[in-house]
């Protein structure tokens, strides 16, 4: 799975709790475990939408909007 973060925030880190893995966690994709994934955003400090992008090969993609105040 992978992430894309745009507007007020940026992407800290990725992972999804495997026991054992060599992936990294500060890329941009990782996988997933038991299908679950978790993305670290971090605000820019600036006003405005965080949209968070989540995209499966063979899924519709799935974004969320947080705001940063």
């Known amino acids: 799975?992978?992430?894309?973060?745009?507007g007020a925030g940026?992407?800290?880190a990725v992972g999804a709790g495997t026991p054992k893995t060599e992936e990294r966690y500060t890329g941009?994709?990782?996988?997933t475990y038991h299908g679950k994934?978790?993305?670290?955003?971090?605000?820019t400090n600036e006003t405005g939408e965080i949209?968070?992008?989540?995209h499966v090969d063979s899924l519709a993609d799935?974004?969320?909007v947080v705001w940063s105040i």
């Open 51 to 54: 949209r968070v992008t989540f």
């Open 37 to 43: 994934m978790i993305a670290v955003v971090r605000s």
């Open 28 to 31: 941009d994709a990782f996988t």
């Open 10 to 12: 940026t992407l800290l």
């Open 62 to 64: 799935k974004e969320i």
């Open 1 to 6: 799975m992978s992430v894309k973060v745009q």
